[in-house]
């Protein structure tokens, strides 16, 4: 079987979430594509995991804390196996779906459900604990928006982190730079957010959150502390239609679906 390159996986997600923002519900967009390349380089290089096995005790976890950005994850876990890109499709936010429009744990590669903001970063640190405890080598990623880093529970768990030298705990901050109420920098500045970040004892990298080769490099270097990558993204980014700055939540017609796939080289009957 020939093997799929990176960048063709990040495009072929954005195809799904772009078709998950044309059901009924539409999906949360902006937040969904900020963070493809981030869930790509994760699933295809850095995690180890079986998507036949989900709950194969050796895998390494991934935690979505921004959970309202469900769709992306779910295409992500679609492209590397874990479930039918078409059922998601067909399912998505549906009643009695196990897609809900925040993440769910009954769908595989799952780990917890979320969607209520501050509360990765714990479960994180939880579950990191509980594989040293057993002596087990797995590592945690969790994956925050910035405008979640003005919630109190993430400080009190990255200080618990760093008091534990949890090296195998990885936060990825997909800093795009927006959230639901209007841009982060209006809100609840973290331009200061990397400075912090190492003050609390954090191992920190800023890196741009589209270059593949980047985040892998700096998920692969070895670290001693726990460790946090502030990835600079943007809300549209990958989708040519948005000129990097997509919505926040959309729901598609036909005609916006049909433009923006035709945005990224697909063509549609």
């Not at 950005?69 to 998505?92: C, K, N, P, S």
């Not at 009954?106 to 970063?121: C, K, M, Q, R, Y």
């Not at 200061?192 to 985040?215: I, M, N, Y």
Request: include cysteine; hydrophobic fraction near 40%.
């Amino acid at each position: 079987m020939a093997q799929v390159s990176l960048d063709e996986r990040a495009r072929r997600i954005r195809r799904t979430i772009l078709r998950l923002a044309a059901t009924p519900t539409g999906c949360h967009l902006g937040g969904s594509l900020s963070m493809v390349e981030l869930l790509v380089v994760l699933l295809g290089r850095v995690m180890k995991f079986r998507p036949r096995e989900p709950r194969w005790e050796e895998r390494d976890s991934l935690i979505l804390s921004k959970g309202h950005a469900a769709a992306g994850l779910y295409a992500a876990l679609a492209e590397f196996d874990f479930i039918d890109t078409e059922e998601l499709v067909q399912r998505y936010n549906a009643d009695d779906s196990p897609f809900t429009g925040h993440v769910n744990a009954a769908v595989p590669g799952v780990e917890f459900p979320t969607g209520s903001l501050g509360h990765g970063v714990g479960l994180g640190v939880g579950l990191a604990l509980g594989h040293r405890l057993r002596q087990r080598a797995n590592r945690v990623f969790v994956v925050c928006g910035d405008g979640e880093m003005g919630e109190g529970s993430n400080w009190e768990a990255l200080q618990v982190a760093a008091q534990h030298r949890l090296s195998r705990l990885t936060v990825l901050v997909d800093r795009n730079g927006g959230q639901n109420d209007g841009p982060t920098e209006s809100i609840l500045s973290q331009a200061q957010l990397v400075d912090r970040l190492r003050a609390f004892g954090w191992s920190t990298v800023e890196v741009d959150g589209h270059d593949l080769e980047a985040l892998g490099s700096a998920l692969e270097a070895p670290s001693e502390a726990p460790r946090a990558l502030v990835a600079n993204t943007r809300k549209g980014a990958g989708v040519p239609l948005f000129r990097g700055k997509g919505p926040h939540y959309a729901t598609f017609n036909a005609e916006q679906l049909r433009r923006a796939l035709a945005s990224l080289g697909e063509v549609t009957p």
